[in-house]
């Protein structure tokens, strides 16, 4: 029987294989921040230091054969091989049967690194085997390893069901049970055990609306990524299974930013899925996406120019630009995360939001920096869902570090706090193509939390906060926003001014409602707390601008901040208000076009409502 290929589970593009497989040998294995990994010996799996926790996750899930193991599968070149079956043998001499040394890290028999260990070392033995290289004796070390990992998997209480560990869990155990299924009945049960599990973890972990529970596109568009090569290599043919697959696809396809980044959510990095026509065709399955990654060279956009997904807790606005309708970089994109389904990758970001506008990224999320230090069981940042304890990582996932409200300078708890799933509430597009989101929460037990989204794309943007304490404390309520690295701002008298490298106007911001009072422009502030910064990926921070507007010491109140393409702006402070309940407010404000003014209601019993109107000026 022909060796099967090994499965490219994680959809590296095969045209650098060859190469970078060759550099890898020559200088060893590399994942940026860290030093290289040397494939050659000594081989040190123990984890030195809790700043290498990630690094070594990946040393045990045997991430640094992947691109060997794919270039030997497209040219059987034994070179690329032979190292694989070196360190698969020193990593059993370590940590296998009766060879277990418990301490040298706790990654070695790590529920996640088991799973793809296992994909990777049943290939090394099929390829072995196929190539005729090692002896029978050689042959038998490999397969107790890979049958301790059969063992391991088949184990119900391993699998982890409540997050993606779980999931690639099971394309571990399907790849091996596939390649072995013919040759013994235990791996043809792993196998049929690895499906039934797929079908269960994909309507645990997805909504019905193909939107990924963990509050993180980039682990959305990891397991698909993932999923997709298990059904493109043929370990999945079942039709449920692959339509479900194209319906994920398609909502990924909403989180790809006008500039082809993943939209950076949670933990999510700054990752490009720029690819031409071509690739775009090649490597994604539905038209949305292939639009999307390919700057419209191929495929079409959804009809529709926005799109609700009220279980998964996101809205994301996306409309063409009028001026270049047919370059999707220049789209106007708006996306709020208001979703809380576990405490898996939940950052205290509630309601937050991010924002792209003619050709440039404005308003961005924090980034995931990395995962780095344990916080103490117990402590004060262990209680309020805090789970790393290096003060960078701390930072991204506190709420000043989001497009959002704080308050008294504390973050959402997320520990010891019932998730609220989606809290999307109301939406609406009027005759105008004004889209108003509503969305609502509660905080610290006793604050109730509105937002409501009033946007007009590549024109305006309105943020409306009401917070009312049921119990009468009061509070200092901030308003962040957090500019995206490459624009420049300056504090003017009313507000602020951004310089939009893709827009002929500057985008100007004042606030709306009498009382409000804003903060000093934050950039790379590590003083006092830590503030104007952004991770694009692995521990890195890099600075940006951040600003708030802020009411102090009320227990009820409303915050509304304007964002406005215009060469010049002002706010009418005595003719805008909002009543107490937050249910309705109008806004004024003028500039170059006209004396703009805007309704809306959202009172319970009724739809959303929206009335705006420009009185243009006279000649």
Known sequence: MALLPFENLMQV?????????????????????????????????????????????????????????????????????????????????????????????PFAWYDMAVGFRTH????????????????????KILWQALDEHRLYLADENNIVFRNNHGFFQIAGQLSMGKRF???????????????????????????KEGVHCEHSPGYHLMVYKTLKALIDFSLIED???????????????????????????GDTDYQSLAQDGVEALKNWSTVEMQYAVSNGTVGKLPSCDHIIFS?????????????????????????????????????????????SDRGSNILVDSGRYGYIGRTEIGSDLFNQGFWYSDPKRIYVESTRAHNTLEFNGNSYQR???????????????????????????????????????????????????????????????????????????????????VSVPSSKEPLRIVHLLDGITSSCVYLANDKDILQGWYSPKEKVLIPNYAFCYETQ???NGCIASLFNFSSSLTNNLSWSRANKSGNKARFCWEDEKGIHKLHFSREKSKDLAILYSIETPIG
């Open 239 to 265: 039709s449920k299974i692959i339509e479900q697959a194209l319906h994920i696809e398609r909502s990924l396809s909403w989180f790809v930013l006008p500039d082809r980044h993943i939209a950076n959510f």
């Open 553 to 555: 010491q009320t227990s």
């Open 311 to 355: 279980e998964g807790g996101y809205v994301v606005v996306r409309k063409p630009s009028l001026k270049y309708p047919d370059k999707f970089r220049y789209s106007s994109y708006l996306a709020q995360i208001a979703a809380f389904h576990s405490r898996v990758h939940k950052q205290a970001d509630d309601l937050s939001f991010i924002w």
């Open 415 to 497: 520990k010891k706090r019932k998730p609220y799933g989606s809290a999307i509430r109301r939406w609406m597009c009027n005759e105008n193509g004004i889209m108003t989101i509503e969305s609502e929460v509660k905080h610290f037990r006793t604050i109730h939390h509105v937002r409501v989204l009033i946007f007009m794309p590549a024109q305006w943007l309105i943020v409306f906060d009401w917070f009312n304490d049921a119990i009468k404390n009061t509070h200092t309520a901030r308003q962040w926003f957090h500019l995206a690295p490459e624009l420049y701002m300056v504090q003017e008298e009313q507000g602020f001014s």
């Open 13 to 105: 593009f095969e045209g650098s294989i060859i190469s970078r497989a060759e550099k890898e040998l020559e200088e060893g294995w590399t994942l940026s921040p860290y030093t290289a990994f040397k494939l050659t010996y000594p081989i040190n799996w123990g984890l030195d230091n809790s700043s290498l926790r990630a690094f070594n996750y990946y040393i045990h899930c045997w991430e640094m054969l992947n691109l060997i193991l794919l270039a030997y599968s497209t040219t059987k070149e034994i070179r690329f091989l032979t190292p694989a079956i070196d360190i698969a043998l020193d990593w059993i001499s370590h940590h296998s049967g009766t060879n277990k040394k418990p301490n040298l890290s």
């Open 120 to 139: 990777r070392l049943a290939y090394i033995i099929d390829a072995a085997i196929d190539a005729d290289i090692i002896s029978y004796n050689i042959q």
């Open 181 to 207: 299924k013919d040759k013994s009945p235990l791996m043809d049960q792993a196998y049929k055990q690895a499906i039934q599990r797929l079908r269960t973890i994909l309507a645990t972990q997805f909504t």
